[in-house]
């Protein structure tokens, strides 16, 4: 055992069943401190991590400002809503998401933002919420959606909008040109033969060379996969080829239209998608 591991240190300090939590953390964090000014600064930098969230859950004056500051953004955020409030009132329209949901929805909000602490995420919270008030068809389970916005990282976002980009063009529902009438569903190739563009332009969207179109898909796949474990998009089989710069294909589902639509994202052929029931 090393003659300076801060962790023996506090075993003898605090024996098991005596002290207690802040203390303990509290000692971690100096020991850190110490390991970091002696060691360099990637121990530094684990120590101020440690020492942040020791004082968000230690502390309640801390949650409790960033649980208020929430509030306070939700609250804004309804309010620029309010013109479109008034017109949905003005036409006798009832909220597209039940109350008893919309409060679930908020708090889960609340618990999941004092978890995090995370800015980007906060933004998309109360995004939804608010997106959700004014929206043109029935939600169900808004908690749901806050959930995945939770679990989803900034890559699965990306990845869903460039899908969404890609694969849902408005001329891709144009009227028949033989038969002379809108068309009621897609083939799949109309997917499929996208694949390599939906390939270039998640990597791309990472910041690969993606010159020679050599580079490697498996990211992106991976977090097309991803996706598709929360319902928001399904991946078409397209032909096995050399791994890993095999194209991958992939659509956004109804439920991941109406997570972008919730964020904010612009959905084209919606109607395509919902009426006022939700999803045709």
């Not at 942040?52 to 502390?59: A, G, R, Y």
């Not at 939600?139 to 460039?162: A, G």
């Not at 490697?216 to 032909?239: D, K, N, W, Y």
């Not at 439920?255 to 639509?261: A, H, P, Q, T």
Request: charged letters at 25%; hydrophobic letters at 40%.
């Amino acid at each position: 055992m090393a003659i300076d591991d801060p962790f023996h240190a506090i075993d003898k300090q605090y024996p098991k069943g005596e002290g207690n939590i802040a203390r303990t953390v509290n000692t971690v964090t100096e020991y850190s401190l110490t390991l970091g000014i002696l060691s360099g600064v990637p121990h530094l930098a684990v120590a101020a991590a440690l020492n942040k969230v020791w004082k968000t859950f230690i502390s309640g004056d801390t949650y409790k400002a960033r649980t208020e500051a929430t509030l306070e953004m939700v609250i804004d955020a309804l309010r620029r809503q309010s013109d479109k409030h008034e017109q949905l009132d003005r036409e006798g329209k009832t909220l597209a998401v039940k109350v008893s949901d919309l409060e679930a929805s908020l708090r889960l909000v609340l618990i999941n933002d004092g978890i995090r602490f995370d800015d980007e995420k906060r933004t998309r919270f109360i995004n939804a919420i608010a997106n959700a008030t004014i929206s043109p068809t029935k939600i169900d389970s808004l908690s749901s959606f806050i959930d995945d916005i939770d679990k989803l990282n900034e890559r699965d976002i990306t990845v869903l909008k460039v899908i969404n980009a890609v694969m849902n063009l408005e001329s891709d529902w144009a009227p028949d040109a033989d038969q002379g009438r809108p068309n009621k569903s897609l083939h799949p190739n109309t997917f499929l033969q996208r694949a390599q563009t939906l390939s270039m332009q998640v990597a791309t969207a990472f910041g690969k060379n993606t010159d020679g179109n050599s580079f490697s898909r498996e990211e992106g796949m991976g977090i097309c996969l991803r996706l598709q474990g929360f319902g928001l998009a399904e991946m078409l089989p397209v032909e096995t080829r050399s791994v890993p710069i095999t194209n991958y294909c992939a659509r956004v589902t109804t439920r991941g239209f109406m997570l972008l639509r919730l964020l904010g994202e612009t959905v084209p052929n919606w109607d395509r998608y919902f009426d006022g029931n939700g999803p045709r």
